[in-house]
């Protein structure tokens, strides 16, 4: 049996994407209403015959959605705002594509934005303690994941968990001066030095 968002299908009609780069004078909602007005543009549509927003972001903060709409002009239909990390603007066209595939609305507009500061990307993600750790360093934590280093190379890992968690706390205890280091924020500065910002 086929899901139920498989009763009609779907077209993309028109794309767009805006100006890239480090553009610290232009906000995501500038941005944002030149890929909207591009992407109607390419469909051959107008403002006016969009029934619902779907916008993904993660760094926008609240309403970010709302916020690029308002530069193009408010018509009252429904703004969806949508925070999937890296993947917010894929949830979003799935969300809009399950809304017209089952007769919901019939044209709607998918956006994706997003703007964020030089050097590396901020992470609300994760708890306090991971922070200190680094691991909101996207190498740093992707290095969890040793699927692909056990399948290419064969590599196992030399404990098991329970082993490794005692060891693991000996090691901060043995070396107290640089996680103390690492909690007082001065690593920041390496950063700032290293990437800017």
């Not at 049996?1 to 993309?12: D, F, G, I, Q």
């Not at 993904?56 to 193009?72: A, F, L, R, W």
């Not at 007082?184 to 910002?197: F, I, T």
Request: proline share 6%; with cysteine.
């Amino acid at each position: 049996m086929k899901p139920a968002w498989h009763a009609r299908p779907v077209v993309v009609a028109g794309i767009a994407i805006s100006r890239w780069g480090y553009l610290p004078e232009v906000d995501s909602h500038t941005y944002g209403s030149e890929a909207i007005r591009g992407a109607i543009a390419d469909a051959g549509l107008t403002w006016g015959d969009m029934q619902a927003v779907f916008c993904g972001s993660v760094y926008q903060g609240t309403g970010s959605g709302h916020k690029v709409v308002k530069e193009v002009g408010r018509t009252g239909i429904p703004i969806v705002n949508v925070e999937n990390a890296c993947s917010s603007s894929a949830s979003a066209l799935r969300l809009a594509l399950q809304q017209v595939a089952t007769g919901i609305y019939d044209v709607v507009l998918v956006l994706g934005i997003e703007k964020n500061p030089r050097g590396p990307i901020p992470s609300t993600a994760f708890q306090p303690w991971e922070l200190e750790l680094g691991f909101n360093f996207h190498p740093a934590n992707y290095a969890i994941d040793a699927s692909k280093i056990a399948r290419d190379l064969g590599w196992k890992p030399r404990f098991r968990f329970a082993e490794a968690l005692p060891l693991t706390i000996r090691w901060y205890q043995e070396h107290a001066t640089w996680l103390q280091r690492v909690r007082s924020g001065a690593y920041r500065e390496y950063y700032a030095r290293q990437y800017g910002g």
